[in-house]
């Protein structure tokens, strides 16, 4: 089936050049991502250049080579003549006065093609990956992620409606982990995050950590998890842990499982609010 795909879409990308020499032109690039010419990425990334006259750019990575961000991009033509908006990871848009759109073949479907960093192997600190998880959750899009553990200083949200982050099939026990960091230069969660993922309607977890680290928002103890909507689910694949409460069900929505395997907290292990005759806890 992706062969089918990617044939398609490069037949359509073929047709918004004039020129068939361009249809074939490839350019090669360090990062997707320019972030100053210090970097190992040097001046290249879409957000710095043109790329409107080749067919197909080849990154080698997201912010710098080799950080697992990097894939190749088929060129859509440009942006404002087609339906699906650029989102940082699946589809970029160069730096042309009319910007040209790319999309990225045989994705991953996990963070760090948007540009998410991780946990550093050698010092151990975990980067505020906020604002590229939550692309990567507002994505209309698998959300896969690796085995590794990525920061966030303020709330995210599991939406749009039906969305699943899905650990890795792994039989040593690696999970992804979503970790809850101080705010850059501070101490605490964001003061306006009371979770650390507000999980919307049918919002499901699997193979998935979420740590509340313990963190404070200034205020009091953030938890890990709310049931914000009807039908959340937590499997037994996944963990809560480190927070005031590690599960909060909101009572307003009627229909709600959650399952988990283990948890450790600092108040309750989980916490239902206002009319919950309807929810049910497994296992």
């Excluded at 160069?94 to 948007?114: I, T, V």
Aim: aromatic fraction near 8%.
């Amino acid at each position: 089936m992706k062969s089918v795909s990617i044939c398609v879409l490069i037949v359509a990308f073929f047709g918004a050049f004039s020129n068939p020499a361009a249809q074939l032109s490839v350019a090669h690039i360090a990062c997707v991502q320019y972030s100053g010419p210090s970097t190992p990425c040097g001046s290249d990334g879409f957000n710095n250049n043109p790329y409107g006259t080749y067919g197909f750019v080849i990154a080698q990575g997201y912010n710098v080579p080799g950080d697992g961000g990097g894939g190749t991009f088929a060129n859509m033509g440009r942006c404002s003549s087609i339906a699906l908006p650029p989102n940082g990871g699946t589809i970029v848009q160069d730096a042309s006065s009319s910007p040209y759109c790319f999309q990225r073949l045989d994705p991953n479907w996990g963070p760090k093609e948007y540009g998410a960093v991780g946990k550093n192997v050698t010092t151990g600190a975990v980067t505020d990956d906020n604002v590229q998880l939550q692309a990567w959750l507002n994505a209309a899009q698998p959300h896969l992620g690796d085995a590794d553990t990525y920061g966030t200083s303020v709330q995210l949200q599991c939406g749009p409606p039906d969305t699943t982050i899905q650990g890795p099939e792994s039989l040593d026990g690696a999970l992804f982990e979503i970790m809850a960091v101080p705010v850059h230069g501070g101490s605490t969660f964001s003061a306006s995050g009371t979770e650390v993922i507000d999980a919307k309607g049918n919002c499901r977890l699997s193979g998935v950590a979420i740590n509340a680290a313990g963190l404070s928002n200034g205020t009091s103890f953030i938890n890990t998890v709310l049931a914000d909507g009807n039908h959340v689910t937590i499997d037994g694949f996944s963990v809560l842990e480190n927070g005031n409460d590690n599960l909060v069900c909101d009572g307003k929505y009627r229909k709600r499982t959650a399952v988990y395997a283990a948890w450790s907290s600092v108040s309750d292990a989980f916490q239902f609010q206002g009319r919950s005759s309807a929810m049910r806890l497994i296992g």
